[in-house]
């Protein structure tokens, strides 16, 4: 929803539109008014809308409505048009006038009209806009709290220009949901063809959040790197100052070959000591969920807290090893006896 200047509100043409029928017949300005709006011309595009819309009907009259709706600066007005288009009956058009009034529902808090708006919505066929519907949908869903939901519709949008943004949503509910692994597969998928900075920023989030700050600082690095006029960029070369101090410190970790992790030799340095990590949590309580589920099968869980991103999380770990081997080992026999997966992590 665009909204402009009331001087470009022409009240002719939105006092008209009451007494006009939907009966089918041509209009034959209707491309010229596209151009101009797409020219932003819009003063020319209402005066043009002046002239045309008592001559229209139809799908060109929905198409027509569309457009005075987006030039509309007040709630009020745009959704009464659109809540006319919808009413009219046009497949297509009243598809985008219902994704349109979904919007301005979603932009001031109104959660559940957006669900109610979009209802019985499904993202096949072709065109974007059923996409978008399914994708603001499941946004919507997402802020209600039901992430069951959201996860259904984000996981049935399988192409468009919404499948990149959908992906993106699944990772935020793997990590409300503690499954940070899945997050990081998700983000890799997408930060591996460097087409979003803001999948790439969160990868490396997650890669602290996991222990993994040799691969969070490359992460933000190429974030910094190919996109340096986005929001993200300034964060990221934040992050890589930060982590590069961290790494340089006398005991820190660094990369040995073969991709294991080892200690800087420093004075008073004792061996590694391992861990498993069942889960990362914003939640404190979900945390504790987690562990009042898993107590019964796995010995030693607890909550440790550390900050990363500016807030805290809450890392449900269990056990202690002196070497990496016999931390993947205990994670292996915890698979096999339970089910759960496990992150084997140094402490820090």
Request: hydrophobic content about 35%; overall charge positive; proline content about 3%.
């Amino acid at each position: 929803m665009r909204l402009f200047s009331k001087a470009l509100i022409i009240a002719a043409v939105a006092a008209a539109l009451p007494v006009l029928s939907p009966t089918d017949s041509g209009g034959a300005g209707l491309r010229t008014i596209r151009g101009m709006f797409s020219r932003k011309e819009y003063r020319k595009a209402q005066e043009s809308l002046r002239e045309e819309i008592p001559g229209m009907r139809g799908r060109n009259l929905s198409q027509a409505k569309l457009i005075l709706a987006e030039l509309r600066t007040d709630q009020h007005g745009a959704t009464t048009i659109l809540e006319d288009v919808i009413r009219s009956g046009d497949n297509k058009e009243a598809l985008k006038a219902r994704v349109e009034l979904a919007k301005i529902h979603y932009s001031i808090g109104e959660y559940h009209e957006t669900v109610r708006v979009l209802d019985n919505i499904r993202a096949e066929g072709r065109g974007g806009t059923r996409y978008e519907a399914v994708y603001f949908r499941g946004l919507a869903r997402k802020q209600l709290g039901d992430l069951d939901g959201a996860k259904r519709d984000f996981e049935s949008i399988d192409r468009g220009d919404y499948l990149h943004w959908s992906y993106i949503a699944l990772a935020e509910l793997d990590i409300r949901s503690g499954r940070i692994n899945k997050a990081v597969e998700r983000y890799e998928t997408i930060a591996a063809g460097h087409s979003s900075p803001i999948a790439g920023f969160r990868l490396g989030e997650c890669y602290e959040l996991t222990g993994e700050r040799e691969k969070a600082l490359k992460t933000y690095t190429n974030v910094a790197r190919n996109f340096p006029g986005s929001p993200e960029a300034p964060k990221a070369r934040e992050k890589v100052l930060m982590i590069d101090s961290a790494l340089k410190r006398p005991g820190s970790r660094s990369k040995a070959k073969g991709g294991e992790k080892r200690e800087t030799p420093s004075m008073g340095t004792v061996s590694p000591v391992y861990t498993l990590q069942f889960g990362a949590f914003i939640e404190k309580e979900n945390a504790h969920a987690f562990i009042s589920d898993l107590n019964s099968m796995i010995d030693g869980l607890h909550i440790e807290v550390a900050e990363s991103g500016g807030g805290l999380w809450y890392r449900v770990r269990a056990g202690r090893y002196a070497t990496r081997e016999e931390a993947e080992e205990a994670a292996l026999k915890v698979m096999e006896r339970t089910g759960y997966s496990s992150k084997v992590l140094p402490l820090e």
